[in-house]
Nanobody, 128 residues
Framework: QVQLVESGGGLVQAGGSLRLSCATS????????MGWFRQPPGKEREFVGA????????YYAESVKCRFTISRDNAKNTVYLQMNSLKPEDTAVYYC?????????????????????WGQGTQVTVSS
């Protein structure tokens, strides 16, 4: 049984930084990709970014590109979301998720419906 556990959320002022972690367990992660999604208050869940386990290719939503960075530690089966220059509109519950498929094109990892496993989420609040 795959388990994903996010941590690192909290309250930060605009312009600050946070690093979220997603610890995975239940299988060996050597293929597919990990995604980060978020759900702002009162809004739909939206794609943040994704990273392939093999090779480390990444893909980001336009709204976070150049501010957020996803990385992974294959030895620890852990994925990170480094968030810099945070804005109040980044306030959301952040979820990590796992997609077993290996797509040729990274843009395909933006579809939430293709991810099979989800963490419980961690709250990020950015004050103005």
């Amino acid at each position: 049984q795959v388990q994903l556990v996010e941590s690192g959320g909290g309250l930060v002022q605009a312009g600050g930084s946070l690093r979220l972690s997603c610890a995975t367990s239940g299988r060996t992660f050597s293929s597919g990709a990990m995604g980060w999604f978020r759900q702002p208050p009162g809004k739909e869940r939206e794609f943040v970014g994704a990273i392939r386990w093999s090779g480390g290719s990444t893909y980001y939503a336009e709204s976070v590109k150049c501010r957020f960075t996803i990385s992974r530690d294959n030895a620890k089966n852990t994925v990170y979301l480094q968030m810099n220059s945070l804005k109040p509109e980044d306030t959301a519950v952040y979820y990590c998720t796992f997609n077993r498929r290996t797509y040729y094109t990274m843009t395909h990892y933006s579809r939430a419906e293709d991810y099979e496993y989800w963490g419980q989420g961690t709250q990020v609040t950015v004050s103005s």
